[in-house]
T-cell receptor, first 114, second 113 residues
Framework: GNSVTQMEGPVTLSEEAFLTINCTYT??????LFWYVQYPGEGLQLLLK?????DKGSNKGFEATYRKETTSFHLEKGSVQVSDSAVYFC?????????????FGTGTRLQVTL | KAGVTQTPRYLIKTRGQQVTLSCSPI?????VSWYQQTPGQGLQFLFE???????NKGNFPGRFSGRQFSNSRSEMNVSTLELGDSALYLC????????????FGQGTRLTVV
């Protein structure tokens, strides 16, 4: 079945540091890939997405590129802020290519300090 | 446009009781999915409804059930609650079922004592 593997956290960075959170996946067919963010006490917010190979999703300074050859979708940001502290989840759609069943990674907690 | 609304936000129940959680999707969205989030198991898919029909179901016991109404609002029910059912239950809505974005509510925090 489908699966998503994320790097273990927590990740602790100083403000303005460069961020990379690794994500690799196993899936049949051609899934869409997503990054969601969860702030304390909140639900999930869609951060960015990519629907086909070589697509780059971007939002709020975050970027991720759909790499089919390495089955990866790593999240990057050039300069993190304290307000980016949250848990980040990599996810993919079900094998049928629908958004109806998301498979999530375990999440990576990011803590940004001054 | 209002987002996904889940009620109640917090709930405390006793073992053996049953509980019903509610989710109102974004206006115009017809697909509603439910997820369970726990520290040990992470985010796990429960089921998905589209136009009042269950389309997908995750690997949960029959104590977990759901339904969707004609206005797309959805409810999930858990009967004979166990301590392990304590979790954050998240609802997500999307417009359709083909590569459309899923928008999540803030969740219902269920504590079973």
């Amino acid at each position: 079945g489908n699966s998503v593997t994320q790097m273990e956290g927590p990740v602790t960075l100083s403000e303005e540091a460069f961020l990379t959170i690794n994500c690799t996946y196993t899936a049949t067919g051609y899934p869409s890939l997503f990054w969601y963010v969860q702030y304390p006490g909140e639900g999930l917010q869609l951060l960015l997405k990519a629907t086909k190979a070589d697509d780059k999703g971007s939002n709020k300074g975050f970027e991720a590129t759909y790499r089919k050859e390495t089955t990866s979708f790593h999240l990057e940001k050039g300069s993190v802020q304290v307000s980016d502290s949250a848990v980040y989840f990599c996810a993919l759609t079900g094998a049928a290519g629908t958004a109806s069943k998301l498979t999530f990674g375990t999440g990576t907690r990011l803590q940004v300090t001054l | 446009k209002a987002g996904v609304t889940q009620t109640p936000r917090y709930l405390i129940k006793t073992r053996g009781q049953q509980v019903t959680l509610s989710c109102s999707p974004i206006s115009g969205h017809r697909s509603v999915s439910w997820y369970q989030q726990t520290p040990g198991q992470g985010l796990q898919f429960l089921f998905e409804y589209f136009s009042e029909t269950q389309r997908n179901k995750g690997n949960f016991p029959g104590r977990f059930s759901g339904r969707q109404f004609s206005n797309s609002r959805s409810e999930m029910n858990v009967s004979t609650l166990e301590l392990g059912d304590s979790a954050l239950y998240l609802c997500a809505s999307s417009y359709g079922t083909q590569n459309t974005e899923a928008f999540f509510g803030q969740g219902t925090r269920l504590t079973v004592v």
